[in-house]
């Protein structure tokens, strides 16, 4: 589903939070121990003792992201969604949806294989079953329930076929998520992730990305690419079924936006 989050992801200079993309291929990118991985536009430099792999392991992402990005990202922090079930099948569906495709990247440390960062990424061929399944989610958890219309009334807003067309996209990537383990924010790990997944996308022919960023850190990361906001939500502006805003994250978390950019 590229309709979670860009919201628990880390920068390089300025605290920044995490963030979250999948990935399919197996292969790597290499960090500072090796020759740096390289895009068409900058050299990506990762800490030391790290590399970028292929997605595999559905299991290890979605375990990462319920440790990492839950409690971080703006709108299910702010909800403090109890269902941890559920919300594991939100999760589980966006993974799956990331996996195959090849701009879905990882971040290991080399000595322990833990996991420091992820990417998630899916093509524009899922997007009409993506939506599909938005729609048709039908969760028990009062929480979980809010985040998912809250989600629906962006994307009926947005109108993303007309500014895919409006901007000649044909081919896009969806970036989903980007998190980043909270012990290594701040070491560039969001940026050079980011940059090696649409390298990735270049590479397989895709014209263009999308993005979605759910608090402002994400969005300073992601508006040094992606420089046309696609649609702008201010969670104090949703309401939903209830007088006062459902989802109310502290500053500077004040907005949604559905970022794109051509490739």
């Known amino acids: 589903m590229?309709?979670?989050?860009?919201?628990?992801?880390?920068?390089?200079?300025?605290p920044t939070a995490a963030a979250s993309t999948p990935t399919g291929s197996g292969s790597s990118q290499s960090s500072p121990s090796s020759p740096s991985a390289k895009t068409p536009h900058m050299a990506v430099h990762f800490p030391e003792n790290t590399r970028v792999d292929g997605i595999t392991s559905e299991q290890e992402v979605v375990d990462f992201l319920r440790e990492h990005l839950i409690a971080n990202e703006p709108i299910l922090s702010s909800l403090r969604i109890s269902n941890t079930k559920e919300l594991t099948t939100l999760l589980t569906d966006i993974v799956r949806d990331?996996?195959?495709?090849?701009?879905?990247?990882?971040?290991?440390d080399t000595k322990t294989q833990a996991v420091l960062g992820v990417c998630l990424a899916s093509r524009a061929a899922l997007f009409e079953k993506q939506m599909d399944r938005l729609f048709r989610y039908e969760f028990s958890d009062v929480k979980l329930h809010i985040a998912i219309e809250f989600f629906k009334s962006v994307f009926n807003r947005a109108d993303v076929t007309?500014?895919?067309?409006?901007?000649q996209v044909t081919k896009p990537?969806?970036?989903?998520?980007?998190?980043?383990?909270?012990?290594?924010?701040?070491?560039?790990?969001?940026?050079g992730l980011l940059e090696i997944c649409l390298s990735s996308a270049r590479e397989d022919h895709c014209d263009g990305a999308l993005a979605l960023c759910s608090s402002s850190r994400a969005s300073r990361l992601m508006s040094k690419t992606f420089k046309n906001v696609v649609c702008r939500t201010r969670y104090c502006d949703y309401r939903g079924e209830y007088r006062d805003?459902?989802?109310?994250?502290?500053?500077?978390?004040?907005?949604?936006?559905?970022?794109?950019?051509?490739?």
Do not use: M, Q
Not at 2 to 14: R, Y
Not at 98 to 108: D, E, H, M, Q, V
Not at 173 to 191: R, Y
Not at 245 to 263: E, F, G, R
């Open 162 to 167: 007309y500014h895919l067309e409006e901007n």
């Open 2 to 14: 590229a309709t979670l989050v860009a919201s628990s992801s880390s920068g390089s200079a300025p």
């Open 173 to 191: 990537v969806f970036v989903a998520i980007i998190a980043v383990h909270p012990d290594h924010w701040n070491k560039g790990i969001g940026s």
């Open 98 to 108: 990331c996996i195959s495709c090849p701009a879905s990247k990882i971040l290991r």
């Open 245 to 263: 805003p459902p989802i109310a994250p502290p500053a500077p978390d004040s907005a949604l936006h559905v970022l794109l950019t051509k490739l």
